[in-house]
């Protein structure tokens, strides 16, 4: 089956700046796939690339089988792109907007009209399709940026922060609209800041550290090598220094010292219940955590 989006050893150089370093990696028809990495990782540049906004020095990028350098147009044709960044003319209407952007996808007059009334019914834009996106909200504004992103019907959308500075109302019904999306074959191609945002959508994670791929793998399997279950011991009274046998565990105080977090790897539950109990603590209670996807991002980039 022809990948999505297909990379092959990329480098991208900004005068002697190498912004993204040999990377590889493809996206499968129909996949969910969250991109993430820490300011200046490398994850706009990696979309300019793909989308034809920005040359390269050394690999290959194809977009279902096009070059998006030999193929450029009908590279370009099979994507919707939604920024990060407002990027609209400010003389036109929401209308307008979506209407123009559909003439360099090549659609016609009337086909573009139509297209644009549905979308802006969708996302609740119809009573503002005459106003300049200036008078527009920032959640309009938000919602305005995918409309146009879906105006050709595209195989592929990539969304680049596309819930930043939004309310919490308008967030859940953009997840629950791209997860839909999604779901009717479309594939989603999504970088976040939001790390909760990418576990509850992305299938699978590709994880970008100063212009190099350091982890590219299923959600789950990510979370699950990079952080094991956390165990949190609720004490009765405080301890205050640390016991000696204790010492190669990384235990974490909390609460002045009447809590205990720490991975339960190998034996370290009855390490910490032995040494407890040596010292005459008694444990209230116990917990154990779940680990989430971001402290397996924050664990694999301090690492990095």
Not at 36 to 61: D, H, M
Not at 120 to 134: A, P, V
Not at 238 to 256: A, C, V
Request: charged share 30%.
């Amino acid at each position: 089956m022809t990948p999505a989006i297909a990379i092959q050893h990329l480098t991208k150089f900004y005068r002697r700046f190498r912004a993204i370093d040999d990377i590889s990696f493809e996206v499968a028809p129909g996949e969910f796939f969250g991109f993430l990495g820490p300011n200046g990782a490398g994850k706009t540049t990696t979309i300019s690339v793909v989308t034809g906004l920005a040359n390269y020095q050394r690999g290959r990028v194809s977009v279902l089988g096009h070059d998006v350098r030999r193929d450029y147009r009908l590279a370009r044709a099979q994507i919707g792109l939604v920024p990060q960044e407002f990027n609209f003319d400010p003389f036109l209407s929401a209308e307008q907007i979506l209407t123009f952007e559909a003439g360099y996808f090549g659609l016609l007059r009337e086909e573009a009209r139509k297209r644009a009334h549905e979308l802006l019914n969708l996302f609740g834009l119809w009573d503002k399709r005459r106003e300049g996106y200036k008078k527009l909200s920032g959640g309009m504004k938000r919602r305005l940026l995918i409309a146009r992103a879906l105006m050709h019907q595209p195989k592929i959308l990539i969304l680049d922060e596309p819930t930043a500075g939004v309310d919490l109302e308008l967030r859940y019904w953009l997840w629950d609209f791209i997860r839909e999306l999604n779901q009717k074959g479309t594939t989603i191609f999504l970088t976040t800041h939001y790390i909760e945002e990418a576990e509850k959508l992305c299938s699978r994670i590709g994880v970008i550290h100063q212009g190099k791929i350091v982890a590219l793998e299923p959600t789950e399997n990510l979370i699950r090598t990079m952080s094991g279950e956390e165990v949190e011991f609720y004490l009765k009274n405080k301890i205050t220094e640390r016991p000696k046998e204790l010492e190669s565990l990384s235990l974490i105080y909390e609460d002045g010292g009447k809590k205990l977090r720490f991975e339960d790897k190998g034996d370290a539950i009855s390490k910490v219940l032995k040494a407890l109990c040596h010292r005459g603590t008694e444990v209230e209670r116990i917990g154990v955590r779940r680990p989430t996807l971001e402290d397996a991002f924050l664990k694999l980039i301090r690492k990095k």
